[in-house]
């Protein structure tokens, strides 16, 4: 985890460059774009707010709004993610994802796709993302806080059905039985609920092949954007997230 923003270097500005050039003439600098769009994932900046060196803010928020809607964040992190497996000498797609939810408050005056998780006692929305071993993100979904984690994680198997042609089983909690279970079924994929029973000697045991959903988690924690959903369109959250991995990705590439 990089411990303060820095601007794209030529090695990571060069690797996800093919996905955003069109050979189109612009005035724009694309890499000053997603730079300043980065910088707003990391340091929680208002888009009106944006630092001056960056191009004004409207044309930023422009591209932010175009690549959302059109899949390219989320293209770019699932290659990213598949990149990164190549240089870690694994099998590019993964054959045993991890999947699991995260309950997040809702900032005030925001009422699309809000709801209250009565467990949690969040009043707000939930995150639901699916990562391979590594913690990689092929997936994501941000639905309200109150939707059962086994419907939400519908939303999830699409994704991953389109990134993977080698998933073989899908690690999660018993929220994600019944339904999402038996959807995975159609893709010939095992959901793996089993949990292990709590240790009185030991104490909290990680879950083999979940934990790994858990510490993505956390990795979020580093990006302001995201200590708590700000966002008026569930889409931009799940932007946000995608462009949070998109940064680790990039910085593990260029490590």
């Keep these: 985890m990089q411990s303060k923003y820095n601007d794209l270097t030529d090695l990571q500005w060069k690797v996800i460059e093919v996905f955003l050039e069109n050979n ?18 990391r340091t929680g900046s208002q888009w009106r707010n944006l630092d001056s060196r960056f191009p004004n803010w409207q044309s930023v928020y422009y591209y932010f709004s175009k690549w959302k809607k059109d899949g390219t964040l989320k293209l770019i992190m699932c290659e990213l993610s598949i990149l990164d497996r190549g240089l870690s000498h694994r099998e590019l797609e993964p054959s045993l994802i991890a999947v699991d939810s995260q309950s997040i408050k809702l900032a005030p005056m925001l009422n699309v796709a809000r709801g209250v998780d009565g467990n949690k ?15 990689r993100l092929f997936a994501v979904y941000v639905g309200p806080a109150n939707e059962h984690d086994g419907h ?30 038996k ?24 879950e083999n092949h979940r934990w790994q959903v858990e510490r993505s988690f956390a990795w979020l924690n580093g990006y302001r954007r995201l200590s708590k959903d700000y966002e008026r369109d569930p889409a931009s959250s799940e932007a946000f997230i ?11 590439i260029d490590s």
């Excluded at 995975?184 to 909290?204: C, E, H, L, M, N």
Aim: glycine share 8%; net charge positive.
């Design 24 to 41: 189109k003439p612009r005035k724009l600098c694309l890499r000053m774009v997603m730079n300043a769009i980065l910088n707003i994932t």
């Design 121 to 135: 006692k969040i009043n707000g929305r939930k995150r639901h993302i699916a990562v391979d071993c590594g913690g």
């Design 152 to 181: 939400a994680g519908l939303e999830l198997l699409s994704q991953v059905e389109s990134v993977s042609s080698r998933l073989e089983v899908i690690r999660a909690d018993k929220a994600y039985g019944g339904t999402f279970k």
């Design 183 to 206: 959807s995975a079924k159609y893709f010939d994929w095992k959901v793996d609920t089993t949990q292990s029973p709590p240790s009185k000697d030991r104490g909290f045991v990680p």
């Design 242 to 252: 995608s462009l949070a991995f998109i940064n680790m990705m990039l910085a593990r």
